[in-house]
């Protein structure tokens, strides 16, 4: 922790001390200070007078209601509106960042060297600054400067190829996936930066690329091994309709052939040459699946995943997801709680997933107003005065 720290609310959990000056918009920087959030960490949310892109709709501007996606990632945090393309909001930043452990920013390159809120210009005042820059491709290449969204990155990545069938390609997720992975690679690479420093007092300088994150949980260089051998997945309906999905790799695989040859009437498959061995049935899939499905509409869904409990094969029903947030393993688990944003809008919101010493961690408080707690952030942590403040008001620096 830094000796200039004044920090401006007690908070619990493993990363309680640590404070985090967030300057990104949209999804990759706020997840990864969201799970530091959670962890205990005090989050400052830098903002723009018009708001985060990501508010959308009368979120856009102060004290307007936050969308359900902005309000999820963005919770447990305070909020301070500036003007960075002013050089005084820049010295606002830098005045923050001296009083911080991390900065988070997912500009284009170049852009936070123009505003001045870059590695270099705020490591000048606070060595011990543990800096993360979370950009598209990198950022240097042939490719930093091009615009990029999560479809794009996954686009770019082959996870398309990966959605697809029979040679098309499919398209992108609606979760958003290439943010989130990069948000949660950034955060664990700061975790290791604030334990490193901890050994050797050195701030840090971090470039996360969400191309990288993205390839990096393809794990492979082919499709073949990133999505498994093609013969062990399924995705079958069962005779009321309910779908199951049943992933047999490795010895699940027999164990499951041994429950579909043992239903009545499809006792020949056991013998049927086209799926003796895991090479021919990945060979003959189209009649394999058949083969299978056929079998699984002989009991409901529930039957099965019965059988194959017992049978200690996995599997799950395909839920949607109401039925999934309303299901008692995930009730049992204290996964969900209300967020209430003010006296007419509310949402229902997934807790963090970090239990430790069997206690969730992290709250689920509202995201902040465009600008809610400047004043008390440039009071608390910078350390300005009430005439500096509203002279930075006045000014509009600050809002």
Known sequence: M????????????PLAGIRVLDLGVMVSSPFATRAMADLGAEIIKVEAFEGDPQ??????????NPTAIF????????GVAVDLKKPEGARVVLDLARRSDVVVANFRPGVAARLGVDYKSLSAENPNLIYCSITGFGEDGPLSNVPVTDGVIQAFAGVLELTGTGGTFGHPFKVVIADQIAGATACQAILGALVGRQVDGRGRKIDISMLDCMLSWLHTATRFDVAG??????LLEASDGRHVLVQCPLHFEERFIGLIVGQPGFEHLASDERFTSRKKRAENRQQYVEAVQGAFKSMTAAQWLEKLA?????????????????H???SGRGCLAEMHVNDTLSFTM???????????CGEVGPPPWVGQHTDQVLAS????TRQEIDGLRQREVVR
């Open 71 to 78: 309000a999820s990632v963005q919770r447990n945090r305070l």
């Open 229 to 234: 051998p093609s013969s062990t997945t399924f």
């Open 310 to 326: 017992t049978a200690s094969i996995p599997a799950a029903e395909a839920h949607r997801v109401a039925e999934a947030l309303n």
């Open 2 to 13: 830094n000796a200039e720290h004044a920090k401006s609310d007690a908070r619990s959990g």
């Open 381 to 384: 942590v910078a350390g300005y």
């Open 55 to 64: 508010r959308a709709g009368g979120g856009l501007k102060p004290g307007g």
């Open 328 to 330: 008692p393993v995930v």
């Open 350 to 360: 997934v807790r963090s997933p970090f239990v430790i010493d069997g206690v969730r």
